[in-house]
């Protein structure tokens, strides 16, 4: 290629794109924009608004954490090459119809973390283009009918951690070539037969932690493409027969309910299934799936109180001849207690008397008695609320209550009762309903719960209390609710972590205090809750946390400690949390990470966040204890330079290292050498020497001159800090890069070298 040809060639890219050639290299005053990949970011900045002086060439534009609050009409009308826009933690209450109207090559539009409440008709008018649509963690409540329509090529839609209750008929229409719907930690509790009409591509749906009681059977078979469905986490208590109609699903989730009873023909038409999870149940005994049902190839029984008595022989030898793998242990009786289902012979499953034979039997049957169904008649409702006697689901939403209404129906279920106005919740507040499952108390400027205020609630497993204004519960507030598994308390104003309230719940599984104003966590802050899995405290104000915080709750698989302000990664503190699986740490103002910080839990450790800290540098044996199990890792938004060995982590399937100013030169050859070994996209840019900045670390050649490049040895040298930047030869950059590099200059103005421009991690 000819000089003339190099220094044509970013012109003729321009023209094929569609892209004005002219560039006036204009920059809104605070933002960051960079010439060469045609990115603008405005990152926490508090505009109220989206900048009008963004050049119209601009390709990705970046305006997380601002105060925009409201999206109008045409908003982007002059950025119309835009093809990626992140809106993330900008304070967006309101999208108004048409507001992306001009973006018709728009791929990506990240809005989560918003305040959005509901998705209008036309909201999304003009987005022909877009592949990818994330709505996550906002109030959205309602989607008016057509809010998708135009969203033709849209793959994935996520609507996870908001406030769903219902999903209409056709609320997805539109949506020709979705691949994966996401609606998780919803409090969806019913859905139209019709609401997934149309979703004719969709393979993916996941529906966990949600409200549902029953299996939607009817809205389901409205899905023939789907092959995985995620329904954990929801209060389901029996699957019955032929339940699972879904001709090409192969991967079916039913983990984390409550299911008690589980049909041998529930997944009958479902002929593709392969893999069934029913861990983290109430079954005590199963029946072998029935003649004609799918060949499964594993079904996951683990978290169950299987009774390994000659009931479940049946079971077992199905396994063995289907060669169906069976996850779990044994719960009973004792000779066979823990031992795993798969070492389990059948001759060893009897029942050890003719007298017990008998008992169990007699169990059995009252087992599958099937429940009585009261006639019909109209449900018993309060004034001002609306009660379903068919779904056994009573609400009495936003009706202005100021005390607890009295006069359900004994087996309502699901019972709502947010936005009202009860500021404090006396004893024995709910008699004559045992059988709710869901409590809603969301938004009803509660400060205070009496002791016993749940008394009689023996069914609850979730509770939520959350944007109410707690600061203290009492050591009896939760008295009465043996079964309560979710405790929803976010939102408040604690300052204190509620020490000593949760004694009384010893089934809880997962507690939310996410966005109060706690400031430390004391020793034993857990006592009482020793079977806890979840603990959530993302966005508090934690600077303390005392080593022997966690020990009362060794099975503790999640902790979200993000947006706080830890400095240093809690390695004592883990120490006793052999169980831990997923650690965020993300926005804290970690500085550096010591030597083996992870060691204790190394083994188990699959999810490791921290990203956005300020995090400067690691030891080189940080990581050291993780290895193959780790399988995401998330450090973008940081200040390394360089990054400590990652050869171990055999496991990784994510890694993002994006926003990290790496000084592209000898310490970091190690990075690169890895890069070139494994099978993952990674999102690692140089920042010096000035002349590679943007560039991706795995593309550059300045690694070529470095000692060791071209040696066989797998250790490549080490500095204790980064050498001085040295400029590459021109000759390491090919044309079309050089001429990039060189047409950025020229456009350079003074102070551009001191930020390096910000990008969405993760997609691109």
């Known amino acids: 290629m000819g000089k003339m040809d190099v220094c044509l060639w970013p012109l003729m890219a321009l023209l094929i794109l569609g892209i004005p050639a002219v560039h006036s290299a204009k920059c809104p005053k605070f933002c960051v924009c960079d010439a060469v990949t045609l990115a603008v ?36 009308v002059h950025t119309p090459y835009l093809t990626h ?36 008709q036309e909201s999304f008018d003009g987005l022909s283009s877009l592949k990818q649509l994330f709505i996550d963690r906002n109030r959205v409540e309602e989607i008016k009918p057509g809010a998708f329509s135009q969203l033709g090529f849209l793959n994935l839609l996520s609507l996870t951690h908001n406030q769903l209750v219902y999903l209409p008929n056709m609320v997805f229409q539109g949506l020709q070539n979705i691949k994966w719907l996401r609606l998780s930690h919803n409090s969806l509790n019913y859905l139209d037969l019709e609401a997934f009409a149309g979703l004719f591509t969709l393979t993916r749906l996941s529906l966990d932690n949600n409200e549902l009681q029953f299996f939607p059977t009817e809205t389901m078979t409205r899905l023939p493409e789907v092959t995985r469905l995620d329904l954990s986490y929801n209060p389901m208590t029996y699957l019955g027969e032929d339940a699972v109609s879904m001709s090409k699903l192969t ?32 079954l005590r005994v199963l029946q072998p799936l029935a003649a004609g049902s799918p060949k499964l190839t594993r079904l996951n029984l683990a978290g169950n109180p299987i009774y390994c008595s000659c009931y479940l022989r049946p079971l077992r030898e199905w396994a063995l001849r289907e060669r169906v793998r069976l996850g779990g242990a044994c719960g009973g009786p004792a000779h066979l207690s823990g031992e795993n289902l798969e070492a389990v012979q059948p001759g060893e499953l ?6 017990a034979m008998l008992k169990a039997e007699l169990e059995e049957q009252l087992r599958y008695t099937p429940p009585t169904t009261p ?24 009706g202005g209550h ?34 709710v499952v869901s409590l809603h108390l969301q938004r009803c400027k509660i400060h205070e719960l009496e002791t016993g205020a749940f008394n009689g609630m023996k069914g609850l497993i979730y509770l939520y209390l959350s944007e109410n204004d707690l600061t203290s519960l009492s050591p009896d507030a939760f008295k009465g609710l043996p079964r309560l598994t979710y405790l929803h308390l976010e939102k408040n104003r604690f300052t204190q972590f509620p020490k000593g309230a949760f ?19 004391e020793p034993s802050i857990l006592t009482g809750v020793e079977n806890l899995r979840g603990l959530f405290l993302t966005s508090n104000v934690i600077s303390t946390v005392s080593p022997k915080a966690f020990d009362p709750a060794p099975h503790l698989d999640t902790l979200h400690l993000g947006n706080n302000k830890i400095k240093d990664v809690p390695s004592d503190a883990l120490s006793k949390a052999s169980s831990l699986s997923d650690l965020r740490l993300s926005g804290n103002p970690i500085r550096w990470v010591a030597a083996e910080a992870f060691r204790a839990v190394g083994s188990t450790l699959k999810h490791l966040y921290l990203d956005n800290t300020g995090l400067e540098k690691m030891s080189k044996d940080s990581l050291s204890g993780l290895g193959s199990g780790l399988q995401s890792l ?7 330079e360089e990054v400590p060995d990652l050869r171990p982590l055999t496991g990784l399937e994510v890694i993002n290292l994006a926003e990290n100013p790496f000084h592209c030169d000898c310490p970091l050859l190690p990075l690169r050498k890895w890069l070139e070994k494994v099978n993952l996209k990674v999102r690692a840019t140089c920042a010096y020497p000035p002349e590679l900045k943007g560039q991706k670390v795995k593309d550059v050649h300045i690694f070529k001159s470095c000692p060791g490049e071209r040696t066989s040895s797998t250790q490549a040298p080490r500095t204790s800090k980064p050498p001085k930047a040295t400029k590459p030869k021109p000759a390491l950059l090919n044309g079309p890069k050089a001429a990039r590099v060189m047409k950025a200059k020229a456009r350079a103005t003074p102070g551009k070298r001191q930020t390096q421009p910000q990008r969405k991690a993760g997609h691109s």
Request: with cysteine; hydrophobic share 35%.
């Open 251 to 282: 991967h079916l989730f039913l983990d984390h309910m409550s299911l008690q009873d589980f049909s041998n023909t529930a997944v009958l038409p479902s002929k593709n299934l392969k893999h069934l999870d029913l861990s983290h149940n109430q």
């Open 375 to 398: 006639p019909p008649n109209k449900a018993k409702c309060p004034a001002e609320c609306h009660c379903e006697a068919d779904i056994f689901h009573s609400t009495c939403e936003n």
């Open 634 to 640: 998330f450090l973008e938004g940081n200040h390394m």
């Open 41 to 76: 970011a405005c990152v926490n900045k508090n505009l109220t608004a989206v900048p009008l002086t963004i050049d119209e060439i601009t390709v990705k534009l970046d305006l997380r954490g601002n105060d925009i609050q409201e999206l109008p009409t045409n908003a982007f």
């Open 503 to 521: 004694k009384l719940l010893p089934g809880l599984l997962a507690l939310h205090l996410e966005n109060n104003a706690i400031t430390k966590l």
């Open 402 to 435: 100021t005390k607890i209404p009295r006069g359900f129906a004994s087996n309502t279920r699901l019972l709502d009762l947010r936005g009202n106005h009860f500021h404090y919740i006396p004893s024995n507040s709910f008699p004559g309903v045992p059988e």
């Open 350 to 355: 009897r029942c050890q008397s003719q007298e």
């Open 85 to 120: 826009l992140s809106l993330q933690r900008s304070n967006i209450r309101t999208v108004r119809e048409g507001a992306f109207r001009s973006l018709g090559r728009l791929v990506f539009l990240n809005l989560a973390s918003n305040n959005i409440e509901i998705l209008y």
